[in-house]
């Protein structure tokens, strides 16, 4: 279900001999299996069995600037069963393949850490155990990402489950229709694998997505979403893969806008540069993950001034200062004037805002003024 | 919407003179008006305003022994506006239950920072702000739980936003009828606020509640609510307001018995403790939040032993232990012979066990023999 995607990198491909290079039309279970071939046939052959993969890491970790993402280079490495450094994270490889392929067998999802338990287990005769914490079946996990080409998601090991959505869009899920406009206050309770889910019907124009789940409930409660034919999406805190995902299809599949309201403050803002850019960590996931078209609708500097926002003013810490400093520096960052603004304005204000300190100027205050004037202005940063 | 409860305590009457004591049918509207009224009677009668309300705090929590549940004694304190230790407090009492009485004017809901946000502002001519920490109105509200008689959701003021909800129950809520069982690998996305919730239709016959996200879409994917006829209801981590009150009404207004499933570790026994005893800083609002009835299913220490378990030791934390040494000191665990039982057994362990470790007796072990075994062997620890 994951569509081919125009930022391809080399770094992406399956680069197994079994596979021939760019073909992206076997199935997560072909590719696993096909892993399994290759390494049996090394076997067969009398030769080093080896997994070969590209390397990850901020040494093979770039910014694409036609795709406008973070992409992976094309640095591969070679992983040999017979090499004392490469023989255990060799078979915590193939041991995670072999769970991954039993839950294709069965159709059944696993977590994180599911996985992890499952893969922990001693060796029969020795005092070893074949992984001993979770980072180890985690690492495992993305190797696969790398071997197959697919999203963990596929491979069937989930993420975190997080967050809500509401609006004028129709899904099928798991036998269900499930109309996201009339699911009372609570609204749909977003998976941590969206990968199965067909969209029926997508009225909305555009997706507004927030970091606070009790922004999102003020715009529910004053139906922003009927009133402005949108999806409201919103986490609490953390972006899940789940909710990337889902971005990302309405994105690709659906052509909506996907703008992000955050806080005025680095964190914020970071949340923003992770959407849109992808990070360094899953750098070769950014074709499924990265959407360059999201949009900033706030809170700015500028805000700040305009919505007499300074009385609010909570001081930058230390935190605060070095993770601005580093997003200064960005490469995607460091020639966009828009932002470089936005940086200064922060710095010298010495001082970050709450997206709630707009409920100063009145409850719904966002909804009726904030949110409406920003997006008819086409007030975005980008 | 709160029904009467049979543990109503003397702390949780109102004690405003312009009451009637024990008497429930004041909307929380009137009870704003009445304490305003109230303050405004003191004025024209040129007494110092006061207000009289029940101290919080260890010093006036008992566990009631009848109700089963944590409550507040009958200690009272006044808070007079003539006297430079409460006059501020005074204020900002006066102040959060005047934005609370704006919110019902409007019908609007307000997060618990919005209200800071609303409350904070400088008095005119001098350089006092009515709020300057979030706490400050945090404990307003608290007070005016305490004066009202109604839980904060009442009056317009809501907790975090989190948690998922599937099984057969089809709700009213905003105009909309949800059909539980019919949304998907998402589920429901749980309100802060499930004060105004109407149930049409409950044919489940318990309710499955879990700390873990994670499991939650487990035992979702292998349609557990379906073939136990339960509800499966998470949080991920924090047990929200919203959570404990939809608990508490399908406890007391449907019968359900909820069964509480959590890691073995104090951390997941002190979640139990807090849903069925309640907890000291919300002694108040016993009545409405804790759930008597509560059962744990698991996982024990004995759980553990009987599934092998062992092996997925993990020490115990300082922390875990000072925990531990807590629980075991509670009034409501001190005689319980069960319970003492297992945290002797942790102790002697040195160890704790998470819920995911069944995992690695197989995927849907949790789902196919761990839980149908416990429910059907009633093997709880009440």
Known sequence: MIKPTTNTKPGLQMTLPTKKEGSKKATPKEELVGLGSSVLSDIKKGTNPKIELSVRGLSNVTFDKEAKTLVLGSKTAQRYFFNVAHAKKFMQTLEVAAISKSLLDVQKHASLRDVFYMAKRTIPGTKTNIVDEQKETDKAIEDLELITNFPREMLQVNANKMGSVAGKVVVEDAGDIIDWSKLGSGGWSIPSNVEHITFKKVDAKYVLYMEKAAVWERLHED?????????????????????????????????LPIFVLADNDPWGWYIYSVLKYGSITLAHMAGEMAIPSVKFVGITCDDVVKYELQKHFIKLTEQDLARLKQMQNYEWFAKNKDWQRQFKMMKDFGAKVEIQALSSRGISFITERYLPEKIKGQQFLD
Chains 1, 2 share one sequence.
């Not at 402005?228 to 990337?244: D, E």
């Open 223 to 255: 139906r922003f979403w009927e009133k402005q034919n949108c999806l409201i999406m919103s986490s609490q805190g953390q972006t899940t893969r789940g909710i990337r995902r889902l971005l990302q299809r309405l994105s690709t599949e659906h052509g």
